[in-house]
């Protein structure tokens, strides 16, 4: 019995703590689409369009210059704006940043292919309001 709990915690500790980093459950709030405004005689006021955020994880970020290189690479936009955002918004290390908002397709498409290389960092679709006035 003693051989085997030092087995489990001494010699192979360091792979279950490993695998305990990994095992945690995330609740990641999803919105909603907004209704459709419509005026008395049933033309469109306002309507809803897909958007792509892009947020970081502080905990989950490994090499944060690299990071942010790619991200301003992709994002074609300046390092140095990118982490101001990250810095400014930043309030716990599990809790997710919004560091860009409304990316284009192909870019958020450009992040989630290169996913595995960069942990931490996730596209969320979310909604945003189009106004049609006429």
């Given at each position: 019995m003693a051989a085997n709990l030092f087995y489990l915690q001494v010699i192979r500790g360091?792979?279950?703590h490993n695998l305990g980093l990994n095992n945690s459950i995330r609740v990641v709030p999803l919105e909603g689409p907004r209704g459709r405004i419509l005026d008395r005689n049933g033309v469109v006021l306002a309507d809803n369009r897909h958007s792509f955020d892009v947020t970081v994880i502080?905990?989950?970020?490994d090499d944060k210059?690299?990071?942010f290189d790619f991200l301003a690479q992709v994002l074609r936009t300046d390092k140095s704006r990118l982490l101001q955002k990250?810095?400014?918004?930043k309030i716990a290390p599990f809790a997710p940043v919004i560091v860009a908002e409304d990316v284009?397709?192909?870019q958020a498409i450009l992040l989630e292919e290169n996913k595995f290389r960069y942990p931490g960092v996730y596209v969320e679709e979310s909604?945003?309001?189009?106004?049609?006035?006429s």
């Open positions: 360091d792979a279950y502080p905990q989950e970020i210059d690299e990071l990250f810095w400014q918004k284009a397709k192909g909604y945003s309001r189009l106004l049609s006035f």
